[in-house]
């Protein structure tokens, strides 16, 4: 899971190439909508998260037995990068669609290689969602009701809907398809494969 959190810390820093450019400008500890050790901790976390949130939910072991595929997800990984220079530095596409509509399509590829992950894949996305939810409800209409229309470049136009009051339903579709991919991408690329007994509570 450390791993993998830094693996997420550091695609956190270089997806704000794209987003910065139309989908948000957000404050941070360096500047306006400058790239900051806040873009490398969401990364890790929300990675970490999404890692291990079926793990942990359904207590589940790892056991060895698939083929590695280290080799496929990078080069999944590297295709998700040249999708967002096609689409949207060329063809104008939003990034925030562009990476949700990557990270779903990665994540039926690895299941439709991998049926045995097809429901953690659902499950991880999922859970992922439904924790993020109540923190997001509590940041967008509690503690900053304006941050959206402040800094959301979607905000008043046909993308910028927003649910459960004032948060984006581009949010939740990120967040859904991300916990989608993350969670199945370990188990993947690493051949492990996720054992069906509980683990022991020691």
């Known amino acids: 899971m450390l791993k993998a959190s830094v693996m997420g810390g550091l695609a956190g820093l270089i997806a704000e190439f794209w987003y910065f450019r139309d989908y948000w400008r957000p404050p941070s500890s360096v500047g ?4 900051s050790p806040e873009d490398f901790l969401f990364g ?13 939910v359904f207590r589940r072991t790892f056991s060895n037995g698939e083929q590695r595929r280290k080799k496929h997800f990078a080069f999944l990984f590297l295709t998700g990068i040249g999708a967002l220079f096609l689409f949207n530095n060329w063809l104008g596409f939003n990034s925030i669609f562009v990476s949700s ?5 990665f994540s039926v590829i ?12 659902l499950v991880s996305g999922i859970l992922t969602l439904l924790i993020i939810i109540p ?25 910028g809907a927003t649910v459960l009051g004032n948060v984006p339903l581009t949010e939740l579709l990120w967040y859904f398809s991300w916990g989608c991919m ?21």
Do not use: E
Request: charged fraction near 15%; glycine fraction near 8%.
């Open 101 to 105: 509509i990557a990270f779903i399509i």
């Open 135 to 159: 923190v997001y409800a509590i940041i967008f209409n509690l503690i900053s009701p304006t941050y959206w229309d402040s800094y959301g470049l979607l905000s008043g136009t046909p993308y």
């Open 32 to 35: 306006l909508a400058t790239v």
């Open 44 to 56: 890790f976390f929300i990675t970490g998260l999404a890692v291990s949130v079926y793990d942990v």
């Open 182 to 202: 993350a969670g199945i991408a370990y188990d993947f690329a690493s051949g492990k494969k996720k054992a069906t007994g509980f683990r022991s509570g020691k």
């Open 110 to 121: 690895m299941a439709s290689i991998r049926k045995d992950l097809w429901i953690p894949l």
